[in-house]
């Protein structure tokens, strides 16, 4: 039997048995996301995993760590966070497949104002989620109470994945080429980033988040906001392990178009953008409308309907398209080609 309990910790504000409460409850939704190679569940000292490198010359591992940013308050709002987890791991994961890794396990942290255990594991709910879309196991995490430095309601999350690929097929973009096409995998919404212009446009704080917004096909404006980032990495593996040559891929995040496609070119190179052919979406129109925002700032800031893009050579173009297709990604299209132009992102209208 536990006896670990403080009367004294527990009088400034720490709960450490809801801490155990919320351990119980998360395991149940780690299991969910186990896989080959899982040594050990949550609970203990640090997380255990077995990488199968069969078939690999030389194994590189891949990290990557990020958070969700301030589109916490949204979730905070609708009082809902089972899905937040799954934005905190596509923040990782999606960045890592982008070196052609496959992610193998993710580690989360909570820091919350006061524990509440059913709080906390429908967070986990969602990182548990994201793992199983992505393919990777959550194998441990931390959730911190932290009374008096944070309201009793606020919390943050952020979390790590690890993935491995071999060294010889690590995808870094010294392969693009100009004359490569650009495919664009479309994205949920907002995802991630971008929320501090968000709510300000909105005044998230007094907007009605529940009401059906014509502009917005009906939906509401918490509903399309919260929509949870997109998670690319079967599609992308699919599209390597089907015989594309993938020279470059790039997740497009904070700063948008201008800022990451870029972070996929040579020098010398660069990417001209055929907007017309983006799937358009109703919230970004609207933020922009809002807002009196430029064309610039928008693409700046936000991914304007496409969550990836990926370099590849045109004559593989239709081919990448069919095998995205087959993983799910049916709107995927060619948004653009790579010119010689020094990293700069440039718009053409088709």
Do not use: W
Request: charged letters at 20%.
């Amino acid at each position: 039997m536990n006896n670990s309990h403080s009367a004294a910790y527990a009088a400034a504000g720490v709960d450490i048995e809801a801490g155990y409460r919320g351990v119980q409850l998360m395991k149940e939704h780690a299991a969910r996301t186990a896989i080959p190679g899982v040594v050990s569940g949550i609970g203990g000292f640090g997380g255990l995993f077995a990488p199968d490198l069969a078939g690999m010359k030389e194994p590189v591992l891949v990290s990557g760590t990020d958070g969700v940013g301030t589109k916490l308050r949204i979730a905070q709002l609708l009082d809902r966070h089972d899905t937040i987890g799954i934005d905190c791991v596509a923040m990782c994961v999606n960045d890592i497949v982008c070196c052609g890794a496959r992610p193998l396990f993710f580690l989360d942290y909570i820091a919350i104002g006061k524990n509440k255990p059913e709080k906390a594991a429908s967070i986990v709910s969602g990182v548990a989620e994201g793992c199983v879309r992505s393919g990777c196991a959550l194998i441990g995490g931390e959730t911190a109470e932290h009374p008096g430095v944070m309201a009793p309601d606020d919390y943050d999350i952020a979390g790590f994945a690890v993935g491995i690929v071999d060294k010889e097929k690590i995808i870094d973009g010294s392969r693009v080429r100009e004359g490569d096409a650009l495919i664009g995998l479309t994205s949920s919404g907002v995802h991630s980033n971008g929320f501090s212009l968000v709510r300000k446009v909105f005044d998230i704080e007094h907007a009605d988040l529940t009401a059906p917004v014509e502009a917005l096909e009906g939906k509401s404006l918490g509903e399309v906001l919260l929509a949870p980032t997109k998670l690319y990495v079967k599609p992308v593996l699919a599209l390597i392990e089907g015989g594309v040559d993938l020279h470059g891929a790039s997740h497009i995040t904070g700063g948008g178009f201008f800022e990451n496609i870029p972070r996929m070119l040579p020098k010398g190179l660069g990417a001209k953008i055929l907007p017309n052919a983006i799937p358009r979406q109703p919230i970004f129109e609207l933020i922009q409308k809002r807002g009196g925002i430029s064309d610039h700032d928008m693409y700046n800031t936000f991914n304007m309907g496409l969550g990836m893009v990926l370099a590849v050579p045109m004559e593989q173009g239709d081919r990448a398209l069919e095998l995205l297709a087959a993983a799910g990604e049916r709107d995927a299209a060619c948004v653009g080609v790579v010119t010689r132009a020094d990293g700069g992102v440039s718009f053409e209208a088709v």
